[in-house]
């Protein structure tokens, strides 16, 4: 039975400390990512808008993380460290 294939090892991307959104737009460009909005995107928006009344606060930076999520550039915990640093850093959200 052929060996399955494994993906090569990297280092794991870990936030800058200061500034996030342009490590991660750069990161984007370094790939070709962009955010393409889907049907799922716009399902979940139409949920947030008609279960609090309000509107989804996804910025720019926050799709090219998503994004970069999607294409396999990043993994989940590196989406989740990378947003939550954004958020910290670049929002002054905490």
């Keep these: 039975m052929p060996a399955?294939?494994?993906r090569p090892t990297r280092q794991p991307i870990t936030p800058p400390t200061g500034r996030v959104g342009p490590f991660i737009q750069a990161l984007a460009a370094k790939h070709g990512i962009v955010y393409?909005?889907?049907?799922?995107?716009?399902?979940?928006?139409?949920y947030l808008r008609l279960s609090d009344g309000g509107e989804s606060e996804t910025d720019a930076t926050e799709h090219l993380l998503l994004a970069l999520?999607?294409?396999?550039?990043?993994?989940?915990q590196e989406e989740l460290d990378l947003h939550d640093a954004?958020?910290?850093?670049?929002?002054g959200l905490t």
């Design 4 to 6: 399955t294939p494994t």
């Design 36 to 46: 393409e909005e889907t049907q799922t995107d716009r399902t979940a928006d139409t």
């Design 69 to 76: 999520y999607r294409a396999g550039v990043i993994t989940d």
């Design 86 to 91: 954004y958020i910290r850093n670049d929002l």
